[in-house]
């Protein structure tokens, strides 16, 4: 599977991988991967935010309309439901599950401190 987030991406998000491609240097591969980890978040938020049928496959979920609104909208509860969902429904292992909290946690210390699009981070105590 060929990934370009540069096409597949919202706004939001590209912005956020465009910065840690060339600013941050960081790898094709570790961008990728924030891709994936936080796409498949977002999936997760619009599922639980009632944005789309209930019985909706996680991964026919298009996150195209994933904007700053939502981003806003996300809790530490969030995270820690979506962390909940990904031990028991998925079968993630401690280590793939750190993997993507660190890449929620780098996304939205992003929108606060770098884009300055948010005053307050919602997952400034996740652990």
Not at 53 to 73: G, Q
Request: net charge positive; charged share 30%; hydrophobic share 40%.
């Amino acid at each position: 599977m060929i990934l370009n987030y540069r096409t597949e991406a919202p706004p939001l998000l590209r912005d956020f991988l465009v910065y840690h491609e060339t600013i941050q240097a960081h790898s094709k591969r570790t961008v990728e991967e924030y891709f994936l980890d936080l796409r498949n978040f977002f999936r997760y938020i619009k599922l639980i935010r009632g944005r789309v049928p209930k019985d909706t496959p996680l991964d026919n979920i298009s996150i195209d309309d994933f904007d700053l609104d939502l981003a806003k909208n996300v809790a530490l509860t969030d995270v820690y439901s979506y962390m909940s969902f990904l031990s028991a429904d998925r079968g993630l292992n401690a280590t793939s599950r750190a993997r993507k909290v660190a890449a929620i946690r780098s996304f939205y210390k992003y929108l606060v401190n770098k884009a300055k699009l948010m005053d307050v981070n919602p997952v400034q105590d996740l652990d």
